[in-house]
């Protein structure tokens, strides 16, 4: 069994700002490769599952907002008791340009709150990741930053070739 944690912050509000470009790739590729429809659960969450090749994957979007995630992850985590070697976790980060993706088996949350989360929870950080970069605009705070909107551009960008891109990543990771 494979988990994969989509980070991000629960509500319409949210739904197209900077910090949540983990939830929109996760939809993006749940359209794309046929998984269920989102269920809710009891790890304070939203899953959904698919198998492939005999093995079962679980989606994650926590439901905690982002500076809580690791309260979502630890309960799927200890549950299932899933191995740090079968997780990956997807964010967002302010520190690599808009669209670069780096896909790292273990590291540092690099400032980012839903990364800390987790690893306090978990006790470590030593699960994969796939980072999407949503890069830094001086002219704001790093909160306001975050939780400001794509524009229109920079969302079809998104989803006609740095959510292709990321897939990649994720099937990369899943091999």
């Known amino acids: 069994m494979k988990l994969i944690v989509w980070l991000g912050n629960p509500g319409k509000e949210y739904t197209t700002t900077r910090h949540n470009v983990g939830f929109l ?17 009891k790890f304070k969450g939203i899953i959904s599952e ?11 979007k926590p439901t905690t907002f982002m500076n809580l995630s690791g309260e979502s992850v630890s309960v799927i985590v200890n549950f299932y008791k899933i191995p740090l070697s079968d997780i990956l976790i997807l964010s967002d980060d302010i520190d690599m340009d808009f669209g670069k993706i780096r896909l790292r088996e273990k590291g540092s949350s690099g400032g980012q709150n839903g990364l800390k989360s987790i690893t306090e929870h978990l006790g470590t950080d030593g699960f994969s990741r796939v980072k999407i970069g949503i890069g830094r605009d001086g002219r704001y705070n790093v909160a306001d930053w975050v939780l400001s909107k794509f524009s229109d551009e ?16 994720v099937n990369k990771w899943l091999q």
């Open 25 to 41: 790739f996760v939809d993006f590729l749940r359209d794309k490769w046929g998984f269920e429809d989102w269920k809710d659960s």
């Open 50 to 60: 698919w198998i492939i090749k005999w093995e079962k994957i679980i989606l994650l």
């Open 154 to 169: 920079e969302l079809k960008n998104l989803r006609e070739k740095i959510f292709i891109d990321a897939c990649e990543n």
